[in-house]
């Protein structure tokens, strides 16, 4: 899994979306040789490059060769959509993401973080699929706050994932 906090945040967002671009592509045939695959957001240089989905460099060597990515799961801390169109593009393209995220923020009724609004956040929050997604919502400003009860509730998220 992957824990960002603000920008990193959207960036997460992207990193998961792409992942599941890359499951929903269809695998070239066994009687063919493995081509160059790049990023249908752009390929080689651009701003979604596949080196966010895949283990090696960007458009190097044969599909086979690259080894995808299985994602578990993702905590989104006073995250935001990333401003950057590319991005915003595979985001709405790929929503709901289907990936299980636990979203922390601040509430903007306590005025606490002045950094990022609670609906930036929120915006982040409904890219996500409504049956894998889960917020925290506090009072304590721009941080991941470290209360017994918000701690709990991390932990309770991250259970899911313990394999026993």
Not at 66 to 79: D, E, Q
Not at 91 to 110: C, D, E, F, G
Not at 143 to 160: D, E, Y
């Amino acid at each position: 899994g992957l824990l960002r906090f603000s920008q990193g945040g959207g960036v997460v967002a992207a990193i998961a979306a792409l992942l599941q671009q890359q499951q929903q592509q269809p695998k070239p045939p066994q009687d063919q040789p493995d081509a160059i695959e790049q990023s249908s957001a752009g390929g080689c240089g651009s701003a979604v490059c596949d080196t966010a989905v895949y283990s090696k460099n960007c458009c190097t060597g044969p599909i086979s060769q690259r080894a995808p990515v299985n994602l578990k799961f993702v905590i989104v801390a006073s995250g935001y959509v990333p401003p950057n169109a590319a991005l915003q593009q595979v985001l709405q393209q790929q929503r709901p993401i289907q990936v299980p995220s636990l979203h922390i923020y601040a509430a903007s009724q306590t005025g606490s973080d002045r950094q990022v609004q609670q609906q930036l956040s929120e915006e982040l929050f409904e890219l996500f699929a409504p049956d894998t997604k889960q917020r925290l919502v506090h009072d304590a400003g721009h941080l991941i706050p470290s209360n017994r009860t918000t701690v709990a509730q991390i932990i309770s998220f991250l259970q899911t994932f313990v394999q026993p």
